[in-house]
């Protein structure tokens, strides 16, 4: 892989790293919930699926798992990638990640959790998905408060808005024009290794109000590491590339806010040893992006 940055300059300075301690971090149930069908409008796009969890049966072995990830003590810096877009590298500590994969899989295994959404043709994405706060699908966008099985998004946790305001206010320090926001929805993708994968696209379905004055998307990587395309047009030859490791949180907003950005692969056995030993998380790779409507 060729990594090309030359549209965009790069700083990488070390950083205070923040999440806060003292969240409790709890295992969801792996239990199988009913499907309960109210009268309700649906959102096309989010057809129902096999229930999904992010825990697999302690089924990885240390040595599927590459040494030089089994590190926890990595330190933490950012790289500036464009103009609002800054990349904070192993900004989150292991048991914030551990925690967030907790909540995800709280939420994300039963009723309303994570599913396959399809496109308008119907293709699926080569994701699972689930959302908190608000649904958006590929099809309805945000316009379906409910998705086909009955289930509306559950309450964005205290502890994922809390974390975004905070890690803007921390890039907001190297760079100044971020604009703040209060994120009201989190979705939560996850891919696979190797068959996961996100086309390219920009995140416009939010307000008018908050694409205007450039509310940031906060977004967050958790487990394998993933090859991020970014750029100012679809045309694939001028795109940037990045790798999002577990623990890296970009954040894209201001002038950036409308990049064209995409998850090209995720590389197998590159999430960190410890992260699987304390959360169990299955082969692929965890993704948060918070944003205010
Ligand atoms: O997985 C990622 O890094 C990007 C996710 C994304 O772009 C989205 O959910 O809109
Ligand atoms: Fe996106």
């Not at 069908?37 to 129902?48: D, Q």
């Not at 290794?193 to 906060?218: A, I």
């Not at 409308?258 to 410890?274: D, E, K, S, Y």
Request: aromatic letters at 10%.
């Amino acid at each position: 892989m060729t990594m090309n940055h030359s549209t965009f300059y790069r700083l990488i300075k070390p950083i205070e790293s923040s999440f806060g301690g003292g969240r409790d971090a709890f295992y969801g149930p792996l239990t199988r919930r009913l499907k309960q069908y109210h009268n309700t409008p649906c959102a096309k796009g989010s057809v129902e699926s096999q229930p999904f969890s992010l825990i697999c049966c302690p089924c990885f072995s240390s040595n599927s798992v590459c040494e030089k990830t089994s590190k926890s003590n990595l330190s933490t810096s950012y790289e500036i990638l464009g103009s609002g877009v800054i990349l904070l590298k192993n900004y989150l500590s292991l048991k914030d990640q551990v925690d967030i994969v907790n909540i995800c899989e709280k939420r994300g295994v039963g009723h309303g959790g994570f599913y396959e959404p399809s496109h308008q043709n119907g293709a699926k994405l080569r994701l699972q998905m689930m959302c908190f706060g608000r649904n958006w699908d590929p099809v309805t966008k945000y316009k379906e408060r409910y998705r086909s099985d009955g289930s509306k998004a559950p309450p964005l946790p205290y502890e994922l808005s809390s974390l975004a305001k905070t890690t803007i206010q921390n890039a907001q320090v190297h760079l100044k024009e971020l604009p703040s926001m209060c994120p009201d929805i989190c979705i939560v993708n996850f891919y696979s290794p190797v068959y996961g994968r996100l086309g390219l696209h920009q995140d416009r379905d939010e307000s008018s109000d908050s694409l205007r004055r450039g509310l940031p998307v906060v977004s967050i990587s958790i487990g394998d590491t993933a090859e991020f395309l970014y750029g100012y047009t679809r045309n694939r030859n001028k795109l940037d590339n990045v790798l999002l490791q577990s623990g890296d949180v970009l954040i894209f907003g201001g002038k950036s806010r409308r990049i064209f950005h995409g998850v090209n692969q995720v590389f197998p056995n590159t999430a960190p040893l410890p992260l699987l030993q304390q959360t169990a998380l299955r082969p692929g790779r965890l993704n948060l992006t918070l944003r205010q409507f």
